[in-house]
């Protein structure tokens, strides 16, 4: 008798012992692999299709289950897939926010599912910073910066007006709003420098040409400089500029953001004058990141990606060494 009653209270007390254990054992084990749920902005741009590789390469090498959606740079879509890895009821969910409002309301969700949210690439604009629990990505208002700085050292001996054109990404977004900030904060500085028009390319090749036709046709020969949130834009410009009769590169200087091959092929065929790198290679880094808040460790709340600037006289010894 006293046999029995001791084993049912054993069997009795198990689930709360599992509760104390973190409740592992009521997720199937402690050895269970991590399950992430990413929403990606799309397939935009060179620079995007290198990043989702990234991640996919990094979270299987890492042995992270990983729940993969593209939202083809609607955000509807992104706020649908969160909503969804909430419900399936992931580790840890990830996502580069293709704008930077909206997210309030999801990301209480997530909150009050206890689900931690790591945001990558581009930044939110919350109210409550609890609602993540850490950003990795790139100062954009540098990469801003840096184009600017790049382009005042080029033409430092060119005398004003020097007029430029400017292609903006997707509107709203972290990257546009930081970049154009930036660039403006160096340029405004040097009363030679006048941006003279300013449009959204949405970071594709195809709607930059398409801007750039535009400006070309209402500013023609006036244009002396283009400024590109990123290359893919960019490299549509440089069709533009050459079907209309000019010389990216020379009759018009092009400076534009990423890094990318494309880019690097530009420079040295003589098209692109400089691009700002922004690295897209962060899939390593954020899925050490979600291994570590995973284990409830504590991650810095803003995680900066280290780059650089290169410009025609570097592109041809970088180019073989560049993974995107
Ligand atoms: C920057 C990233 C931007 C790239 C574009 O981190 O969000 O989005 O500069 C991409 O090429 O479309």
């Known amino acids: 008798m006293k046999i029995r009653s001791l084993l049912l209270a054993a069997v ?52 992270i289950r990983l729940k993969f959606s593209d939202a083809q740079q609607k955000q509807e879509n992104q706020i649908k897939a969160l909503r969804s890895f909430i419900a399936q009821r992931v580790d840890v969910i990830a996502f580069s926010p293709v704008v930077e409002s909206g997210w309030e309301t999801v990301l209480r969700e997530a909150k009050a ?38 382009l005042i050292d080029d033409m430092k001996d060119r005398k004003g007006p020097i007029n430029i054109v400017e292609l903006q990404g997707t ?17 405004d500085a040097d ?45 549509g410009a440089i069709q533009a500029i050459e079907e209309a009769g000019l010389q990216p590169g020379k009759d018009i200087t092009v400076v534009s953001i990423d890094g ?40 810095p709340k803003r995680i900066i990606v280290n780059e650089s600037v290169f410009d025609r006289s570097q592109a041809a010894a970088a180019f073989p060494s560049r993974q995107y």
């Not at 931690?116 to 540098?142: C, H, K, N, Q, W």
């Not at 709203?172 to 340029?187: L, M, N, T």
């Not at 801007?211 to 834009?233: P, S, T, W």
Request: glycine share 10%.
């Open 191 to 235: 009363p030679r420098f006048k941006v003279i028009r300013s449009q959204s390319g949405d970071f594709t090749r195809a709607k930059g040409k398409e801007v750039m036709e535009a400006f070309l046709k209402a500013e023609g020969k006036n244009i002396d400089v283009l400024y590109a949130h990123n290359d893919d834009m960019a490299i």
């Open 260 to 299: 990318v091959k494309g880019a690097f092929q530009a420079m040295m065929a003589g098209k692109l004058n400089a691009t700002v790198e922004c690295n897209p290679l962060i899939g390593p880094q954020l899925m050490d990141i979600v291994k570590k808040v995973h284990a409830g460790q504590t991650v």
């Open 171 to 187: 509107v709203g977004s972290a990257p546009a709003i930081d970049r154009q900030k930036g660039f403006h904060e160096v340029i």
């Open 12 to 63: 009795a007390v198990l689930p709360l012992l599992a509760a104390c254990s973190g409740g592992k054992s009521d997720k199937g084990g402690a050895d269970r692999p991590i399950t992430l749920g990413f929403s990606q902005v799309g397939a935009e741009s060179e620079w995007r299709t290198a990043n989702t590789r990234s991640i996919k390469a990094a979270a299987k090498a890492a042995g």
């Open 113 to 150: 599912a206890g689900i931690p949210v790591i945001v990558t690439d581009r930044a939110v604009d919350v109210t409550d910073d609890s609602l993540y629990t850490t950003l990795i990505g790139s100062d954009f208002v540098e990469e801003g910066r840096r184009a600017a700085r790049w």
